[in-house]
T-cell receptor, first 114, second 120 residues
Framework: QQQVKQSPQSLIVQKGGISIINCAYENTAFDYFPWYQQFPGKGPALLIA?????SEKKEGRFTISFNKSAKQFSLHIMDSQPGDSATYFC?????????????FGTGTRLTVIP | GAVVSQHPSRVICKSGTSVKIECRSLDFQATTMFWYRQFPKQSLMLMATSNEGSKATYEQGVEKDKFLINHASLTLSTLTVTSAHPEDSSFYIC????????????????FGPGTRLTVL
């Protein structure tokens, strides 16, 4: 059973555009929601993470929006660049540090066209 | 950030042989390491949680006799795929938990670069 659902499966965006990836979860015990970026043949790298006590977190061009009542969270990549082309995974875990088991979404393959 | 290495980065073996994959935390002591498996274009699936000095905890559906995990020290965990078969071909990724990460940090689980296993 997929604990975290992610959409879309793939996304094509023009350079300079906004990329939006959505995730939803059911387990209300989850309290840590990170996003990972993975390039082909590499392990995932933490991009940005949020805890449920805030509704938005921004780091540079990357923003997480969090809706606790809807149990949804999303990643927005502003001014998308070709170098952002990668697979993005949302995840969730219990325990705010992310040190516990992570449940990953199914991934979104982002392609940014020059 | 903290560094986690894996060795080898890729391995090709014949069906029926055993393969050992190493996961090392290079600049911190990891009391807990996680092993994930990722099929092409799919998500990461947790296989097991490895705690130093104790037996690993396997996720449902993962054969513990086939995927042997040894966390013998605070910086090293190994995954041995025994009697490997073509269906075991996958990308295996470990992560390590840094228990001394500063309070308030949201990044206390660091991922290795992965090992591509191909069983012929």
């Amino acid at each position: 059973q997929q604990q975290v659902k992610q959409s879309p499966q793939s996304l094509i965006v023009q350079k300079g555009g906004i990329s939006i990836i959505n995730c939803a979860y059911e387990n209300t015990a989850f309290d840590y929601f990170p996003w990972y970026q993975q390039f082909p043949g590499k392990g995932p790298a933490l991009l940005i993470a949020i805890r449920p006590d805030v509704s938005e977190k921004k780091e540079g061009r990357f923003t997480i929006s969090f809706n606790k009542s809807a149990k949804q969270f999303s990643l927005h990549i502003m001014d998308s660049q070709p170098g952002d082309s990668a697979t993005y995974f949302c995840a969730a875990s219990e325990g705010w540090t992310g040190a516990n088991n992570l449940f990953f979404g199914t991934g979104t393959r982002l392609t940014v066209i020059p | 950030g903290a560094v986690v290495s894996q060795h080898p980065s890729r391995v090709i073996c014949k069906s029926g042989t055993s393969v050992k994959i190493e996961c090392r935390s290079l600049d911190f002591q990891a009391t807990t390491m996680f092993w994930y498996r990722q099929f092409p274009k799919q998500s990461l699936m947790l296989m097991a949680t490895s705690n130093e000095g104790s037996k690993a905890t396997y996720e449902q559906g993962v054969e513990k006799d086939k995927f042997l995990i040894n966390h013998a020290s605070l910086t090293l965990s190994t995954l041995t795929v025994t009697s490997a078969h073509p269906e075991d071909s996958s990308f295996y990724i470990c992560s390590a938990r840094d228990p001394k990460a500063r309070q308030g940090s949201t990044d206390t689980q660091y991922f290795g670069p992965g090992t591509r296993l191909t069983v012929l």
